[in-house]
């Protein structure tokens, strides 16, 4: 049956029609990760109305080649100008531009590209095998632990904001009240509409997001004048040749570094709102301080690359575990593709995989798959690369602005649509100007009507309230959503006060109780393994008397 | 000396807007067989939006004001010339929307991105001619895609029908 399903689904990314949308995707990214000022996250929401009259898994490939193409797209830019195409690259320009500027620009790609495809291709191999665990996992959740789930998502948001929390929660909050507006799920009836007929059927979840995140971007992107007329890129830049043979040796000679950072993006993949711009500074950094030589890093070294490219291609399949197996979506771009598939009226759950097998194959196989097309597509849009920067901002917005109004009308084919795109590109660009983050805003939206549902299914069940506490799964996701909350100010004082010693340690000890809780051997043993932690580093601080030490100057200052 | 800063107004705007949409969920129909009423949940994201606000204005005052900007840049002109860009192309968007049913989406569109072109570009009969070939160009590419490509009927207006 497995095999039946594999074969369903390989055949149907296979299909003529499919690859050739798939290499017209993974281009796309490619450029889209390339230009500065473009975002991963902008090129899949303007491939959506592309996709709508697809078949599910043809619309779902091609959007995966876009994600991949756009995570490798970075690379080229950051490369050859110093520029980082998207915050996914930046770690990668600190030894990337150094090692092009030596002479070696054709190597520095080189290593770029095969890292993100080893990188990619480890995640998507532990992405068909952890998915379908992580989903069973997932069958043990009671509405209660969703709930607390999609909060826990909420706060890990937030708190990525640093210093800016309290913003990102009021995003969330505001994110979640513009998914209650119009018909709810459960009863039916229509709320907050303020007599508008249209309101009284809500608002779509995609020209919503369309607005606060393309439409306002794009404004942003040509706000100041003089940049907005000038090229996309200053200086010259040239097509190099990929020194590809060399670059695999490279690469393969670093295996470990790509293993290590290849984890370190899968794990901030699962985290919800934790995506590649976090996983590459924090690979680049653990591979520095595992190098011998990691005063060296910075100047060109080959580490550098790996360590960024392996572990931002890694994120993909974190997000898309987490998205496939419990329906949250671990980043922007899955929250997108969450929405995608809620068009094409698949749910993603922990049955999902049960559910709907073919196409679940089918987007392992096309995640797979776009890493080949990435290396193969590389070279081709290297050129295209060269001359796209010659093009001023202002002519990219103002047709972009205009394809925007054609794919979100057709959607559902009414003008509303479209206008709902407009108020929220308005609201998306007030709120980058005031400093508050989308993603928690945007997190919201996706998931306020799970939220809803699953609260409304606990308390059906029953009132008692105390259940969100006495569950396990619950009383884990409520745990380090609440320290999560705190992590910002933790990350700050680090170092200055006396209470950030306890934060771990008590965090470890706090996250044990719940796995005590669970079912089986393994998850109790871990909670054992996290108490015993926990109580070794508050004995080791009460023997150094609660000193405090300076955090890891490196770190801090990336 | 105010302590007022741009927060502020901000977190007193979200107050208000807190209120005003609590005061809608008391409109909600009342279905009387479900658990969970369907303003319970509204009603609860708001409660949270407005202490989450009133920590966001007791933060905001604590900062005091903001610093005072440039002498071009300050006041509704300074803020006119700064979004500029943004505003016209808001303005030129609404237009394109309240047009629409008249103009339709392929000719609407195209003079929106001519304009959008001219507004943010420069303004030399040659670049006036290159943003002419753009626009055109790419919405009516893009026009063709859809309607003939992906069978989307997009909005034709009253003007073009009655040319042909």
């Known amino acids: 049956m497995i095999l039946e399903n594999l074969m369903t689904a390989i055949g149907a990314v296979l299909e003529l029609k499919t690859l050739f949308f798939m290499l017209i995707g993974v281009t796309a990214g490619l450029m889209a990760g390339a230009i500065p000022g473009f975002t991963i996250a902008m090129a899949i929401v303007l491939t959506l109305p592309f996709t709508f009259g697809m078949p599910?898994?043809?619309?779902?490939?091609?959007?995966?080649a876009v994600f991949v193409g756009g995570l490798s797209g970075g690379l080229m830019s950051g490369m050859l100008t110093g520029i980082p195409g998207t915050p996914s690259s930046v770690a990668t320009t600190f030894d990337g531009f150094p090692m092009a500027r030596k002479g070696k620009p054709g190597l520095a790609l080189g290593i770029g590209v095969w890292s993100s495809f080893f990188g990619g291709i480890l995640s998507a191999i532990l992405l068909v095998t952890l998915a379908p665990q992580l989903a069973r996992m997932g069958l043990e959740f009671g509405p209660w632990d969703y709930f607390a789930l999609v909060m826990f998502a909420l706060t890990i948001t937030a708190s990525l904001a640093g210093e800016n929390m309290l913003k990102g929660l009021i995003a969330g909050a505001l994110g979640l009240l513009a998914a209650t507006i119009g018909e709810d799920d459960i009863n039916g009836v229509a709320r907050l509409h303020f007599g508008s007929e249209e309101l009284k059927q809500g608002f779509a979840f995609l020209p919503v997001l369309i607005g606060l995140f393309a439409f306002s971007q794009l404004l942003s992107d040509v706000r100041d004048p003089e940049k907005a007329r000038g090229a996309l890129m200053k200086g010259?830049?040239?097509?190099?040749?990929?020194?590809?043979?060399?670059?695999?040796?490279?690469?393969?000679?670093?295996?470990l570094n790509?293993?290590?950072?290849?984890?370190?993006?899968?794990?901030?993949?699962?985290?919800?709102?934790?995506?590649?711009?976090?996983?590459?500074i924090l690979a680049y950094d653990q591979a520095k301080k595992a190098s011998k030589t990691p005063e060296k890093f910075g100047t060109g070294v080959a580490d550098g690359i790996v360590a960024s490219e392996s572990a931002n291609n890694a994120t993909a399949g974190g997000a898309l575990i987490m998205m496939m197996a419990l329906g949250i979506p671990g980043d922007i771009v899955t929250a997108i593709m969450l929405g995608a598939l809620l068009i094409h009226d698949v749910i993603p759950s922990p049955t999902f995989i049960g559910d709907e097998p073919v196409l679940a194959y089918a987007i392992f196989f096309a995640f797979f798959l776009a890493h080949f097309m990435m290396i193969g597509m590389q070279a081709v849009c290297l050129r295209i690369f060269v001359r796209v920067t010659k093009v001023p901002m202002y002519t990219l917005a103002a047709v972009i602005l205009g394809y925007c109004a054609i794919g979100v009308f057709s959607l559902h084919n009414v003008e509303f649509d479209i206008w709902t795109m407009f108020w929220f590109g308005i609201l998306g660009y007030t709120m980058r100007v005031l400093?508050?983050?989308?993603?928690?805003?945007?997190?919201?939206?996706?998931l306020g009507n799970?939220?809803?549902?699953?609260?409304?299914?606990?308390?059906a069940i029953?009132?008692?309230?105390?259940?969100?506490?006495?569950?396990?799964?619950?009383?884990?996701?409520?745990?380090?959503?609440?320290?999560?909350?705190?992590?910002?100010?933790?990350?700050?004082?680090?170092?200055?006060?006396?209470?950030?010693?306890?934060?771990?340690?008590?965090?470890?000890?706090?996250?044990?109780?719940?796995?005590?809780?669970m079912n089986g051997f393994v998850r109790p043993g871990i909670g054992g393994g996290l108490l015993l932690l926990g109580c070794y580093q508050l004995w080791k601080r009460n023997r150094d008397g609660w000193e405090l030490s300076a955090p890891s100057e490196h770190l801090y200052k990336e | 000396m105010t302590r007022v800063n741009r927060d502020s107004y901000v977190a007193v705007f979200l107050l208000a807007f807190c209120g005003i949409f609590f005061s809608a969920t008391f409109f909600v129909k009342d279905m009387g067989y479900e658990s969970m009423g369907s303003e319970v949940w509204p009603q609860l994201i708001l409660v949270v939006l407005f202490v989450l606000t009133l920590a966001y204005l007791f933060q905001a005052l604590r900062q005091g004001p903001d610093e005072a900007p440039a002498q071009e840049d300050?006041?509704?002109?300074?803020?006119?010339?700064?979004?500029?860009?943004?505003?016209?192309c808001y303005a030129l968007f609404f237009v394109f929307l309240v047009t629409l049913p008249w103009m339709g989406m392929l000719l609407g569109g195209v003079l929106f991105v001519f304009l959008a072109l001219t507004v943010l570009g420069n303004r030399t009969p040659r670049d006036h001619a290159v943003h002419a070939a753009i626009a055109v160009g790419t919405m009516s590419g893009m026009w063709a895609i859809f309607t003939f490509g992906l069978k989307v009927f997009l909005p034709a207006g009253e003007i073009l029908p009655m040319m042909y």
């Open chain 2, 74 to 88: 300050s006041g509704f002109k300074g803020w006119l010339h700064r979004y500029r860009n943004a505003l016209w």
């Open chain 1, 258 to 280: 790509v293993v290590r950072s290849s984890l370190i993006g899968l794990f901030v993949g699962i985290l919800p709102g934790a995506g590649s711009s976090i996983s590459n």
């Open chain 1, 435 to 446: 400093k508050f983050p989308l993603a928690p805003m945007i997190l919201g939206v996706v």
């Open chain 1, 236 to 255: 010259r830049t040239e097509a190099v040749r990929i020194e590809h043979l060399r670059a695999i040796k490279e690469v393969l000679s670093r295996g």
């Open chain 1, 450 to 459: 799970i939220a809803e549902l699953n609260l409304s299914r606990a308390l």
């Open chain 1, 462 to 517: 029953s009132d008692d309230l105390t259940l969100f506490l006495t569950r396990p799964w619950s009383l884990f996701f409520i745990t380090v959503g609440l320290f999560s909350a705190v992590f910002p100010w933790y990350q700050k004082l680090i170092g200055t006060k006396k209470w950030t010693l306890v934060f771990m340690p008590v965090l470890s000890i706090a996250v044990s109780l719940p796995l005590f809780m």
């Open chain 1, 56 to 64: 599910s898994e043809q619309g779902l490939a091609t959007m995966l």
